[in-house]
């Protein structure tokens, strides 16, 4: 199957069935998150796995009552941005760059951490903004490789972050829930949208050449 055919089959899971994901199209998925390209290359969040069928339950009851793939899916992602850019986590990644590229010249990588260095000097509120559009690139690489990987999946943005972070305690870590990526098996029976035409705007409604 070719890629597009691979997007032509995924589709939004709306019922899973609760069994398990093998753990190699696991990491296939998270690797893809891992190679996601972001802004200056700081990928400024944090991918949380729950397997755990006690927090996955709690989730659904305490911040996302209308997603009942949750408690049935094999493995949920959660997205989480960092509020705040800091000091720390631009000189983690400058350190990761020396490590990385170690013929570097160590003007230039001083060069880009002063250019970086201007995100710390933002409003919070534009952090969390400037993250969660990072976030929003990895969701995106993620369901392409659950695609490829045939995988169900479902992203999710119907849910209640303060909820969500409290159970998790992001808060105190800077970090901010985005959004949510079940994956699983759909049940067969249940899962309506599997079977539905795809709705998407033409190519004249949604391209323009100029
Ligand atoms: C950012 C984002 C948030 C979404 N949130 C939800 C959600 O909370 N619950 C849900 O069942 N589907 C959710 N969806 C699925 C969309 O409704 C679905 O992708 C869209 O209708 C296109 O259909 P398809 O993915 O089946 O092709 C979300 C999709 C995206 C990209």
Not at 18 to 28: A, I, L, Q, W
Not at 31 to 52: C, N, W, Y
Not at 118 to 136: G, R
């Amino acid at each position: 199957m070719n890629f597009i055919e691979s997007l032509n089959k995924r589709y939004a899971s709306k019922q899973m069935s609760g069994k398990k994901v093998s753990p190699d199209k696991v990491e296939t998925i998270l690797e893809a998150i891992r190679l996601a390209p972001t802004s200056m290359g700081l990928q400024p969040f944090k991918v949380i796995i729950i397997e755990d069928q006690e927090i996955k339950d709690r989730i659904f009851e305490k911040s996302a009552k209308g997603q009942p793939q949750i408690p049935k899916s094999s493995h949920l992602l959660v997205f989480a941005g960092y509020k705040r850019i800091t000091p720390e986590l631009l000189d983690e990644y400058v350190e990761n760059i020396k490590i990385t590229r170690p013929t570097l010249p160590l003007a230039k990588v001083t060069a880009y951490r002063q250019m970086m260095s201007a995100l710390t000097l933002q409003t919070e509120e534009d952090n969390f903004i400037w993250s969660s559009h990072q976030v929003y690139i990895a969701l995106g690489f993620a369901l392409a490789a659950a695609a490829v990987e045939n995988v169900d999946s479902v992203p999710i943005a119907g849910f209640t972050p303060p909820a969500l972070d409290e159970l998790l305690g992001l808060e105190k870590r800077n970090l901010g829930s985005v959004c949510l990526m079940a994956i699983g098996v759909r049940d067969e029976a249940t899962d309506y949208n599997a079977t539905l035409p795809k709705v998407r705007k033409s190519k004249a409604d949604l391209f323009e050449y100029i």
